[in-house]
């Protein structure tokens, strides 16, 4: 059989072929096995776990960030005209400090091609290669050196939460500014930059937000249908956040109602995370609500209906006796949030990951399932036929790539320096990377899916992945199962096991 007739044949079948069935966009996932019924304490994060912002919140915050870089560090008058750019960025990029590029990795630290930018600009897989001089990425450069007597400083920072979405959004404007006007700026200090403006304007957006929660928070009626839900069977509850008591009191009303600190037997706000998670020796105090402020008394007890501020998860658990796998903690950041307390303390943990509902809305879609068909097949029909050295197959191969580029979104997909990658890897990564650039618009234009690159999931699902038992869009979609609900997660086939179950 030739080759163009094999390529007529896969394609025959891959249009018969049955399309898989939508995702629930109200599912609850597992990476982990957990049984619900061994679960006693509830405990929950407050930002993107419990209060889910409206886009207002992201640019309120780039204008605040904005104004300050004005008003404290002196920027050009100019940058005040830069807009807010809502669907530049997604969560889970790195930003390389020192070279000033934002970048997605695979959670083999492998670059993205075509999802590398400087300011506002694609950087093409050539340059990307010249400034790497590879296509992984040390690990030491990515989470920096953890070996006795090296630098322990990453040069790369990961965006693992939605609050630092804006704040690119802000870095890489400024920074396509300062490019487009040939003005020369050192690329850390303007992430420093940026980083402390917007940081430092968190209590001026908490006052904010505070003033108006409608405008900034979405509502959730189901909230606190769960919350009673949980209390009905007995279960205790505790809430452990960052943000300040008087920010989390207005949304909480909202959400919940005036009455939202009677679901819960702990309350600790400004709690600092993840040292609250880390630290030993940071005492426990609690917070006079009225005077603004933290109490100087030992705490030696953990009451309901007090609020507490700071501390560390041992003293919580030394007051509570709260402990090992009966804890359930959701938050949203798979590291602060959730890799300590189930690495150090054997919590179960639980992921809350806005973005699910539009990537999955968009995996259910007829036009995706075919293409994502099509790259499995097409993939396969590579692997097979990479090593032909005739002159027909190699004809193919070229249609095939031309094919691709005509579908292809990016263009910097080619390279020319053959001595750079494996020839075979290059051609089978290069096809199917023009195929999902397809489908990678309809995630995010310029950086795709927030969980997977071309080939492997991302370094932002790698660490998902590992941290979180179980990861779902919204708190409220754990109504929908039982207290005694077991999530069992699916059973891969591993590369040496069969190609299929389903044979």
Not at 176 to 196: A, C, G, M, Q, T
Not at 455 to 476: E, G, K, V
Request: hydrophobic share 35%; net charge neutral.
């Amino acid at each position: 059989m030739t080759v163009h007739n094999f390529q007529h044949r896969t394609k025959l079948k891959c249009k018969s072929k049955k399309l898989p069935q939508d995702v629930n966009p109200r599912g609850v996932f597992a990476c982990n096995e957990l049984d619900l019924s061994e679960v006693k304490v509830y405990g929950f994060d407050y930002d993107y776990t419990l209060a889910h912002y409206k886009p207002s919140l992201e640019h309120l915050l780039y204008n605040l960030g904005r104004d300050m870089l004005l008003e404290k560090y002196k920027y050009p008058s100019e940058i005040s005209k830069l807009e807010y750019k809502p669907h530049f960025a997604v969560r889970g990029l790195h930003y390389d400090i020192e070279k000033g590029l934002l970048l997605k990795l695979d959670s083999f630290l492998q670059i993205q091609f075509g999802a590398v930018y400087r300011g506002l600009t694609p950087v093409s897989t050539e340059e990307v290669l010249k400034i790497y001089k590879n296509r992984i990425i040390p690990i030491a450069y990515v989470e920096g050196d953890t070996r006795v007597h090296k630098e322990n400083r990453a040069k790369m920072v990961h965006l693992a939460d939605l609050f630092s979405v804006p704040e690119m959004g802000l870095l890489c404007n400024v920074a396509e500014f300062f490019i487009r006007n040939h003005i020369d700026y050192h690329p850390e200090i303007l992430f420093l930059d940026v980083k402390n403006s917007v940081q430092s304007c968190h209590p001026i957006m908490h006052k904010i937000v505070a003033q108006n929660v409608e405008e900034y928070i979405r509502p959730n009626s189901d909230l606190k249908k769960y919350f009673q839900l949980l209390r009905d069977h007995d279960k205790k509850l505790f809430l452990v956040t960052n943000s300040p008591f008087h920010f989390v009191n207005a949304g909480m009303e909202m959400l919940v109602g005036q009455d939202w600190r009677d679901y819960f037997d702990v309350v600790i706000v400004n709690a600092n995370k993840p040292k609250f998670f880390t630290e030993v020796s940071r005492p426990i105090r609690v917070f006079d609500k009225n005077a603004n402020t933290h109490i100087w008394e030992k705490v030696t007890a953990l009451e309901k209906g007090i609020i507490y501020y700071e501390g560390t998860v041992k003293q919580l658990q030394d007051l509570t006796g709260w402990s090992g796998h009966q804890v359930l903690y959701f938050g949203d950041h798979p590291y602060s949030d959730l890799a300590d307390v189930t690495l150090e303390h054997g919590w179960r943990t639980g992921a809350i990951i806005n973005e699910l509902t539009h990537e999955i809305n968009t995996l259910n879609t007829e036009t995706f399932k075919q293409n994502a068909n099509w790259l499995q097949m097409l993939t396969q029909i590579i692997e097979d036929h990479q090593d032909y050295k005739d002159p027909e197959a190699l004809e193919v191969i070229s249609e095939w790539m031309a094919e691709r580029d005509q579908l292809s979104l990016t263009k910097n997909s080619k390279i020319n320096n053959a001595d750079t990658l494996n020839l075979n890897v290059f051609l089978l990564q290069n096809i199917s990377q023009q195929k999902q650039n397809d489908t990678k618009s309809v995630f995010n234009k310029q950086f795709g899916s927030v969980f997977r690159t071309y080939h492997n999931p991302t370094y932002f699902s790698r660490r998902l992945f590992r941290f979180a038992d179980i990861y779902t869009s919204n708190i409220r979609n754990l109504l929908n199962y039982s207290l005694t609900h077991t999530f069992y997660p699916r059973r891969g086939v591993m590369p040496h096991e069969y190609g299929s179950y389903f044979v």
